[in-house]
C-alpha cells in the first residue's frame, strides 16, 4: 500500500490536489487501490471518479477544479493547459470569481468549450462556442476566460449591468486591453442601447465608478519617473505628449471628459500645507 499511496500523492501534487481515477489507471494504480487509500483516508471522492487529498481540499476553488477535472477524466492537467483554448475553459460567473472580479456568485460551474460534451451534473454548465488563443488565460492553475471575454460574456448573458460594471471595476487597470474589450462588447451594445462597444464600455465605467479610479490613476501615476503606467499613458495620451498609436480617441476622451476633476484634484492637493 505504501507504494500505491506514493504515487497517488505525487500524481494529486502535479495537480493542486487532485486526480481521477483514469489518470490513476495511466500511473499503473487500480479502482481498488483507490477505493482502499479513500477508506483510509488518504484521499476523499469529491465527484464521480475523482479524488482529492487533504492538502488539495485546503486550496481555493477545489470544488471548480474538480469539476474541470471530471470533463475530461483521461487527461491529465498540464496535457489539458498546454492544449489551449481546446478543451473546457472556466467561464461567465465562474470565472468572475475565479479573476475575482465583482459579487456575481456561480449557481452552478460554468465551462465554455469548442467541442460538443455533455454532463449529467446539475451543478455544471457547458457552453460550446468558438473561441481563441487570445481570450483564453490561465488563473489559478485553470485555462479561464480573460477579463475582457468575461466582461462581455456576462453582459451578453443579461446580467444585471451594475454587477458587470462592478466586476470592471475590479479588474486591474494595467491589465485591461481596451481595444479588444470594446470589439467584445461591439455585438452586444445594441442589446443594451448602446451604439457601439465603445460606448457600451464607457457606460459600465461610469456606472461602476471606474472613470473615477482611471482619473485617480492618472494623477497618482503623473510623476512615475519610468513612464510605464496605465495613468502615465493616459496622461500622455490627454496631453498629447507621446500618443501610443494602439490607443484609441476613446482613451481621449476619457480623460478630457475628467479634467475638471483633475484640476480639482490638483488644487484641493496644492493646498496642502507642507
Given at each position: 500500500?505504501?507504494?500505491s499511496i506514493a504515487a497517488v500523492?505525487?500524481?494529486?501534487?502535479?495537480?493542486?490536489?487532485?486526480?481521477?481515477?483514469?489518470?490513476?489507471?495511466?500511473?499503473?494504480?487500480?479502482?481498488?487501490?483507490?477505493?482502499?487509500?479513500?477508506?483510509?483516508?488518504?484521499?476523499?471522492?469529491?465527484?464521480?471518479?475523482?479524488?482529492?487529498?487533504?492538502?488539495?481540499?485546503?486550496?481555493?476553488?477545489?470544488?471548480?477544479?474538480?469539476?474541470?477535472?471530471?470533463?475530461?477524466?483521461?487527461?491529465?492537467?498540464?496535457?489539458?493547459?498546454?492544449?489551449?483554448?481546446?478543451?473546457?475553459?472556466?467561464?461567465?460567473?465562474?470565472?468572475?470569481?475565479?479573476?475575482?472580479?465583482?459579487?456575481?456568485?456561480?449557481?452552478?460551474?460554468?465551462?465554455?468549450?469548442?467541442?460538443?460534451?455533455?454532463?449529467?451534473?446539475?451543478?455544471?454548465?457547458?457552453?460550446?462556442?468558438?473561441?481563441?488563443?487570445?481570450?483564453?488565460?490561465?488563473?489559478?492553475?485553470?485555462?479561464?476566460?480573460?477579463?475582457?471575454?468575461?466582461?462581455?460574456?456576462?453582459?451578453?448573458?443579461?446580467?444585471?449591468?451594475?454587477?458587470?460594471?462592478?466586476?470592471?471595476y475590479d479588474a486591474e487597470l494595467?491589465?485591461?486591453?481596451?481595444?479588444?474589450?470594446?470589439?467584445?462588447?461591439?455585438?452586444?451594445?445594441?442589446?443594451?442601447?448602446?451604439?457601439?462597444?465603445?460606448?457600451?464600455?464607457?457606460?459600465?465605467?461610469?456606472?461602476?465608478?471606474?472613470?473615477?479610479?482611471?482619473?485617480?490613476?492618472?494623477?497618482?501615476?503623473?510623476?512615475?519617473?519610468?513612464?510605464?503606467?496605465?495613468?502615465?499613458?493616459?496622461?500622455?495620451?490627454?496631453?498629447?505628449?507621446?500618443?501610443?498609436?494602439?490607443?484609441?480617441?476613446?482613451?481621449?476622451?476619457?480623460?478630457?471628459?475628467?479634467?475638471?476633476?483633475?484640476?480639482?484634484?490638483?488644487?484641493?492637493?496644492?493646498?496642502?500645507?507642507?
Amino acid at each position: 500500500m505504501l507504494s500505491s499511496i506514493a504515487a497517488v500523492l505525487t500524481l494529486a501534487s502535479e495537480q493542486e490536489g487532485l486526480l481521477t481515477t483514469m489518470q490513476a489507471q495511466r500511473r499503473g494504480i487500480s479502482r481498488l487501490e483507490l477505493s482502499r487509500l479513500a477508506t483510509h483516508d488518504v484521499i476523499e471522492r469529491v465527484a464521480h471518479g475523482v479524488y482529492i487529498t487533504p492538502e488539495g481540499s485546503m486550496k481555493p476553488h477545489s470544488e471548480l477544479r474538480a469539476a474541470w477535472m471530471a470533463l475530461d477524466p483521461h487527461t491529465f492537467a498540464y496535457e489539458r493547459l498546454d492544449a489551449g483554448s481546446v478543451g473546457f475553459s472556466v467561464t461567465h460567473r465562474s470565472a468572475a470569481e475565479l479573476h475575482g472580479l465583482g459579487q456575481l456568485i456561480p449557481d452552478v460551474y460554468e465551462f465554455v468549450s469548442t467541442t460538443p460534451k455533455r454532463t449529467r451534473r446539475e451543478d455544471v454548465r457547458i457552453r460550446r462556442r468558438s473561441i481563441g488563443e487570445v481570450d483564453i488565460t490561465i488563473v489559478h492553475g485553470l485555462p479561464c476566460t480573460s477579463v475582457e471575454r468575461t466582461i462581455a460574456d456576462l453582459a451578453e448573458s443579461h446580467e444585471d449591468l451594475s454587477l458587470v460594471a462592478d466586476a470592471l471595476y475590479d479588474a486591474e487597470l494595467s491589465v485591461i486591453n481596451v481595444e479588444r474589450l470594446c470589439t467584445l462588447l461591439d455585438p452586444v451594445a445594441k442589446i443594451n442601447d448602446h451604439e457601439s462597444g465603445t460606448k457600451f464600455l464607457r457606460f459600465l465605467m461610469r456606472v461602476g465608478g471606474l472613470e473615477k479610479k482611471v482619473v485617480a490613476s492618472v494623477l497618482a501615476d503623473a510623476l512615475d519617473p519610468t513612464g510605464q503606467s496605465t495613468g502615465r499613458q493616459l496622461w500622455h495620451l490627454s496631453s498629447g505628449v507621446n500618443p501610443e498609436p494602439s490607443k484609441d480617441i476613446f482613451l481621449r476622451d476619457l480623460v478630457k471628459g475628467n479634467l475638471p476633476a483633475l484640476r480639482s484634484f490638483v488644487n484641493e492637493f496644492s493646498d496642502e500645507p507642507e
